[in-house]
């Protein structure tokens, strides 16, 4: 099966094409045959990986890098109202198209998965990409994250069945229309855009209400946010819902969790048949991730056995929870967290693998309005490990907002009792837990901004 490419696809410009979910949506199209041109503010291993592609990425914003015979030009919301190359498109009248109606239209005369939630869309994308994959029927997928490698967020395939995260945070989920909808926890976040749980449930009733008739809700039954959506849209006709968790009036019940070092085995209940298989990245939070998207694949008629067994071979996304390398005898993952719950399940996940090992953590906090509102209960969840050191505010598409500032993270995490180091020069962070560091710890760097890159510096100043 090949969709078709929609016209006004032809020849799209990406303003910010190496961005997470751009990259994935403009490599979907270059696969299809696509003239895929875009810019990013700087190189990247994914720019390359689309350059490989055939697409054309310039790096910095000018309005001379939009061909004037682009069909469409491409943002997020991210995208700032100055930048140069949306103000070119409308001196050309260039039709501007937001990522999700890109994606949207991707997804056209196929069999679409729509994973929802506050936390854990792309490990639950990713574990739905590698089993449905593993079990020949080749899907297409865009996700948060890369699997094993630059590019590797996104995949046209031959089957029928599309996979794609769906965001919440700027209602952009309210684009799609799929067969399944996974909603894994709601929360409240993204503090610019909602300002209140009850907009957090109504954004989420209207991402229910776009499932086709005939369609499924998979819902977490034991997450206070996901079951009051569950209650809200209850007698929605034509959706059949299916729960899941650990508690016994779960439709999918999960009955067992065992910890194995940085794997976890499971055994759940489906269908009145008993399963048990690993997934290979440690804590209950992805067991449970695993078991939505065993829900999701047998919704669509994938048998429960298989891709029980399928979901084994899902081996981590980058940045979640991935082991970056070993020096010196101390271990450094990548961690994405950056919400106090992610935070806690991430941290009590690694307690669980580390055993009497230390556990040491560089945390940069994401964005101010998430810091002004959820700061204290970030510093908190610092309190789990056995000590910190604690970044600048990554502001990513923010302004500061006057008194925000990683101290209020800081200040709560002394009274919660936590060691806490405060730097502001990322550079000497290396330094800093070369000289904490000892034979047998764990280091995660924490954060969904550049902390990413602090992994092989550690790494290095440990070797040395």
Known sequence: MKPGLPTAMERPHFIGIGGAGMSGIAKILAQRGAKVAGSDSRDSETAQALRAHGATVHIGHAAGHLAADSTCVVVSSAIRADNPELARAAELGI?????????ASLMEGLRPIAVAGTHGKTTTTSMLAVSLSALGLDPSYAIGGDLDAPGSNAH????DIFVAEADESDRSFHKYTPQVAIILNAELDH???????DEIYESFETFVGKVVPGGTLVVAHGQEGAAEIARRVAGQEGLTVVTYGEEPEADVRI?????RGLTSEVTVVIDGRMLTFTVSVPGRHYAHN???????????GIPAHNLASALGKYTGVKRRLQLKGE??????IDSYAHHPTEMNADLEAIRGAAGDSRILVVFQPHLFSRTQELGKEMGQALALADASVVLDIYPAREDPIPGVTSEIIIAAARA????????????AVADVIAGMAKPGDLVLTMGAGDVTDL????LARLSN
């Open 95 to 103: 039709p501007v198209v937001h990522r999700s109606d890109a994606l």
């Open 156 to 159: 046209h395939g031959e089957g």
């Open 191 to 197: 503090h610019a855009n909602y300002a209140s749980m």
């Open 255 to 259: 009955t067992k969790i065992t910890p």
């Open 290 to 300: 695993a078991v939505a998207a065993l829900a999701a694949g047998v919704a669509l």
């Open 327 to 332: 020096a010196a005898g101390v271990q450094v």
């Open 416 to 427: 919660a009792g936590a060691d806490v180091t405060a730097e502001r020069s990322k550079g």
């Open 455 to 458: 992994g092989p510096q550690i």
